[in-house]
């Protein structure tokens, strides 16, 4: 079941993404990319506070602030998934370029999506 999953959204994320940015990614914790994956939003704190809080805290840079409800409310009517590919492949938006994992190097794919979790839940928008 597991690997099934991981199959699938591997898929989905190769299919979907890798063609659009010309990179890869190390697919660890990749078993725990779905929906159904529960962030650990201590996790997502800490990871937000030393990679994603230089841009998204004011909205540097065109990134979203994280108090903009707005705009992650527009951003979280994409889907979760489409929002942790973002984070994690990096993304053109209309506002600006978030870069691959917000350039945190170090940062596991759980890391992005527990940073993902933790700003959605800052910004009180569900994610969908
Ligand atoms: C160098 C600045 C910068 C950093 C650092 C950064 N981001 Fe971003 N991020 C952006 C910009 C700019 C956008 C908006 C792109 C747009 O909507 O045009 C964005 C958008 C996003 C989105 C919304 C994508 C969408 O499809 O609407 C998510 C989710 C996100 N960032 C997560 C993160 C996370 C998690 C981190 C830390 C690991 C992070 N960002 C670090 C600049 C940054």
């Known amino acids: 079941m597991k690997k099934v999953l ?4 591997i898929s989905t994320f190769f299919v979907g993404f890798l063609a659009s940015c010309g990179g890869s990614s190390s697919s660890d914790n990749s078993d725990k990319a779905s929906s159904s994956y529960t962030a650990n939003l201590e996790n997502g704190k800490a990871v937000y506070d030393r990679s994603c809080v230089a841009c998204h805290m004011q909205g540097v840079a065109g990134a979203a602030a994280l108090t903009d409800k707005a705009r ?7 889907g979760i998934d489409t929002l942790r590919a973002h984070a994690l492949h990096g993304f053109q938006g209309e506002h600006g370029v978030m870069l691959e994992k917000g350039s945190c190097a170090d940062c596991s794919e759980t890391d992005v999506y527990d940073a993902v979790a933790y700003i959605l839940k800052e910004a009180g928008v569900e994610a969908k």
């Open 72 to 78: 992650w409310e527009a951003s979280a009517a994409k």
């Open 6 to 9: 991981s199959f699938i959204l």
